[in-house]
């Protein structure tokens, strides 16, 4: 009973922040509320016996990522009336594509893994269990291919961020060194024959 309550606290909590992070006026509240969000999934996950998850939630996305996110809207000032125009002309859509969402997700996991009963009943692990060990073992072993296919996506993706932001400027005298390399030892250094000073008539 304690397990469900302490569930229905968390759940609730969390559907609340992540309702306020798209209807609060304010982007500096909406990133707060997301923090609120990434707290409530981290005790959802603490639940589900899943800590290297939680942690790595609160440590990445909370000490790190929201971080950034905050400094950036604090500086950026975003102006709100322009972004909140015509947000109730798509809310019915937003609507349906969240029910299509939750059937998709619904339908893949099932009963098997999702509902309450998982996380009131987790499967009983001795204490020489280890979680992170286990996600480690399949990450490697049974999804190594789809492991390394992002770590390439994630690399191309980093790549073309710094190829698209990189901006030469006219100001800088550093040298060039595909100029250097094709530089020829001739031509560095040109003798020019002294013409002797005209005599005045």
Do not use: C
């Not at 922040?17 to 996950?45: Q, Y």
Request: charged share 15%.
């Amino acid at each position: 009973m304690f397990e469900q309550t302490i569930f229905y606290l968390f759940s609730a909590g969390l559907v609340f922040a992540a309702v306020m992070v798209i209807t609060v006026r304010n982007p500096v509240h909406a990133v707060l509320f997301l923090v609120v969000a990434f707290f409530a999934s981290a005790g959802l996950w603490l639940q589900l016996e899943a800590e290297f998850l939680a942690i790595a939630l609160v440590l990445v996305y909370v000490g790190a990522v929201m971080v950034l996110f905050l400094f950036v809207v604090m500086m950026l000032d975003i102006n709100i009336a322009v972004v909140r125009e015509g947000f109730a002309r798509y809310v019915p859509i937003a609507g349906a594509v969240a029910v299509l969402m939750l059937a998709a997700i619904g339908t893949v996991l099932g009963r098997d893994h999702f509902g309450l009963a998982q996380v009131a009943a987790p499967g009983p692990v001795g204490p020489e269990h280890e979680n992170t060990a286990e996600l480690g073992r399949v990450l490697y072993t049974q999804y190594v291919l789809p492991f390394e296919v992002a770590s390439v996506v994630l690399l191309v993706a980093i790549i073309a961020a710094i190829a698209l932001t990189l901006r030469g400027t006219r100001q800088s005298k550093a040298p060039r060194p595909e100029h250097q390399v094709l530089a020829n030892s001739r031509e560095r250094v040109r003798l020019v024959k002294a013409m002797s000073p005209e005599t005045p008539e």
